[in-house]
């Protein structure tokens, strides 16, 4: 699977599973964004992924960081203190 095909499926992954975590909420679902890519401090192929907060962001953040893996992606970090989420370096 090339880069930009497993970076898509892994954000699209993040956005569906983070999007989960307002079901009921009556919030909006919109794909989530990716940011800081202009900065000067990027390392290339490595990505922060955050749940939203709510009552599943820990389950989904479980999920998010095993679908990462099955396409190929290193989770390096989970985070489940200050937020919900996962560091991953894509292949």
Avoid: K
């Amino acid at each position: 699977m090339t880069t930009s095909i497993c970076r898509r499926v892994l954000a699209a992954s993040a956005a569906a599973l983070a999007a989960l975590s307002t079901v009921g909420s009556g919030a909006a679902h919109a794909e989530a964004p990716v940011v800081g890519t202009e900065s000067a401090t990027v390392i290339s192929g490595q990505y922060i992924v955050v749940m939203r907060p709510g009552a599943n962001a820990a389950a989904n953040r479980i999920a998010a960081a095993a679908a990462a893996r099955g396409q190929g992606a290193e989770v390096l970090s989970e985070y489940s203190a200050a937020l919900q989420g996962f560091a991953a370096r894509l292949p």
